[in-house]
Nanobody
Framework: VQLQASGGGSVQAGGSLRLSCAASGLTFRRYTIAWFRQAPGQEREFVAVIRYNGHTSYADSVKGRFTISRDNAKNTVYLQMNSLKPEDTAIYYC???????????????????WGQGTQVTVSS
């Protein structure tokens, strides 16, 4: 199983970016895919998740600004990030798991597979 995160970059506050997580080596439609992020000196934190059935959930800090979606035909999950803030600066990782339950979707230790991360930098 491979997860390839891409789409990061440097933007000014208020700008937008779209991250992609392309998966291979798995039956994609069965998997729950999540985004986590890690800022310098901080622990990795949950950002958003989309289940195999399309159900989504977000961290409070990104609700209303970020949108997660999936394209099963392309084995890809997207994270559309709008109204970016300097505090969104982090390395963003995607993660996948087939059997994760709803109550555990925000817990990084519950995910079996991880991508390599993509850097997002938001300047004020």
């Amino acid at each position: 199983v491979q997860l390839q995160a891409s789409g990061g970059g440097s933007v000014q506050a208020g700008g937008s970016l779209r991250l992609s997580c392309a998966a291979s080596g798995l039956t994609f439609r069965r998997y729950t895919i999540a985004w986590f992020r890690q800022a310098p000196g901080q622990e990795r934190e949950f950002v958003a998740v989309i289940r195999y059935n399309g159900h989504t959930s977000y961290a409070d800090s990104v609700k209303g600004r970020f949108t997660i979606s999936r394209d099963n035909a392309k084995n890809t999950v997207y994270l559309q990030m709008n109204s970016l803030k300097p505090e969104d600066t982090a390395i963003y990782y995607c993660a996948a798991d087939e059997r994760i339950i709803m109550s555990s979707m925000a817990l990084e230790n519950e995910y079996d597979y991880w991508g390599q991360g993509t850097q997002v930098t938001v300047s004020s």
